[in-house]
């Protein structure tokens, strides 16, 4: 079983312990420079650092590119979109993006999650540390909600915000010297893994009827397990040779499925009567349009990887655990004035979509930092997918919850291992 190591504290101190050139892939969820509906979590971590910077000295390491007592990113998560809160999320988002430059192999990819008000200045950050921005995905759900302030009176009917529907993901690189192919034989990186994460055509309205919140994907073998609605096929094995990964992760959701056409490719049957050369073959000389038809391309919304947002059993594994750490009814921290059991972290991501991300960015038992843990999402993933695992977090409380639910997942793999060497014996029996 892969290892994983949880380092306490500041990202950037952490990060900075870690040699250069020794990690393979970044994939993490940062500070995204908002306050969710006016509290405070989404900066607290940006805050506490800034706080602790105070008391150190100027030219101590743990300071800022530009030496002061203050980091600019004090500022950073609070929700200001003036000029200079932007600057200064941009600012703290080009001091941890150096860091995880430095640490990557030369090749190697980040993958950060962000905000669609924000993303523009954490993409700016993370390529103003050196990185070059590849791509950008997008993960598309259904069950957001509007933080709008509705107006009353003669106003009635007008907000201030839309509904959020998606998150978007920065897709960056590390920049290396010579061809992808030779980076990739020195050190393993620099390539995307696309047969890991191909997807085939699945039927769009067998998903919308069958999907339910409770369904979990095994992306190694393919496969739809557990559920209360069945299973439906789905292949991401390079032997299946499916369909090319897209920069575009949905959650399967009817609302989501709603929004793509019935068939894909267009948004109507192609009558076959346009006047156009290339609508009659007559300048790709493929094939001549067929009235009706599409062409071979099919499927709508199940074209693409999906993914439903955390359901409650992916976010507690682990939780109620028989160990001496976490037993039964462990309140493992108090959130404001209200106790909670179980994992409270307010941003949990869906394990299957960072298996996926991992899987898209990282060499076969490659070693994959997160230095925004959080509720170990990504290091769950990372043992579920056969990666070591480095993850940061300054909350020593969450830090307890990510190492329960990492260490419940290395326990699942074990007993699974177990059960197929088993299953492996009787067969050759």
């Excluded at 998560?77 to 192999?105: H, I, N």
């Excluded at 523009?120 to 070059?132: L, S, T, Y």
């Excluded at 290339?278 to 099919?298: E, P, Q, W, Y």
């Excluded at 993914?307 to 750490?325: F, I, L, W, Y």
Aim: charged letters at 20%; aromatic letters at 8%; hydrophobic letters at 40%.
């Amino acid at each position: 079983m892969k290892q994983h190591r949880v380092l306490i504290g500041d990202c950037i101190e952490s990060m900075r312990t870690l040699p250069d050139n020794s990690i393979d892939s970044v994939v993490t969820d940062p500070p995204y420079g908002i306050r969710f509906m006016g509290k405070s979590w989404d900066g607290q971590d940006i805050e506490s650092r800034a706080a602790y910077r105070d008391s150190m000295p100027s030219a101590d390491l743990a300071c800022g590119a530009t030496g002061g007592h203050r980091s600019i990113a004090a500022e950073a998560g609070k929700y200001d979109l003036t000029p200079g809160g932007m600057k200064a999320f941009q600012s703290f988002t080009l001091e941890w993006a150096t860091e995880c430059l430095r640490v990557l192999k030369p090749g190697g990819h980040l993958l950060s999650f962000a905000a669609a008000r924000t993303y523009h200045h954490m993409a700016v950050g993370i390529e103003m540390a050196g990185f070059e921005i590849r791509d950008q995905i997008m993960w598309v759900f259904g069950s957001g909600f509007p933080k709008s302030h509705n107006l009353k009176g003669d106003h009635q009917g007008w907000g201030t915000a839309l509904k959020p529907a998606h998150e978007p993901i920065c897709v960056a690189r590390k920049p290396f010297s010579g061809t992808v192919a030779t980076n990739m034989g020195k050190w393993g990186t620099g390539g995307l893994n696309i047969d890991g994460c191909r997807v085939s055509a699945v039927d769009a309205e067998a998903l919308a009827k069958n999907w339910d919140r409770d369904t979990t994907v095994d992306m190694r073998g393919g496969r739809f397990v557990g559920g209360k609605s069945g299973s439906i096929a789905m292949t991401a094995e390079a032997s299946a040779l499916g369909r090319w990964p897209a920069n575009l992760i949905h959650d399967g959701s009817a609302e989501v499925m709603a929004l793509f056409p019935s068939q894909a490719g267009a948004a109507a049957p192609v009558m076959g009567t346009e006047a156009s050369a290339a609508s009659a073959g007559l300048i790709t000389g493929h094939r001549d349009r067929v009235a009706g038809a599409f062409h071979n391309d099919s499927g709508s919304a199940a074209r693409f990887f999906y993914c439903a947002k955390t359901s409650r059993t992916d976010r507690h594994e682990g939780m109620v655990n028989p160990g001496p750490q976490f037993k039964m009814g462990t309140t493992l921290r108090k959130v404001e004035t209200t106790e909670t059991k179980g994992n409270n972290h307010p941003t949990v991501k869906p394990t299957d979509l960072m298996a996926y991300l991992l899987r898209l960015v990282t060499p076969p038992g490659g070693v994959a930092l997160d230095p925004f843990m959080g509720s170990g999402s990504t290091g769950k993933a990372a043992m579920r997918e056969g990666f070591e695992f480095i993850g940061c977090e300054i909350d020593e409380q969450y830090a307890a919850i990510a190492r329960a639910r990492i260490e419940f997942e290395v326990l699942r793999q074990q007993e699974q291992k177990v059960e197929s060497d088993q299953l492996d014996l009787f067969a050759t029996a």
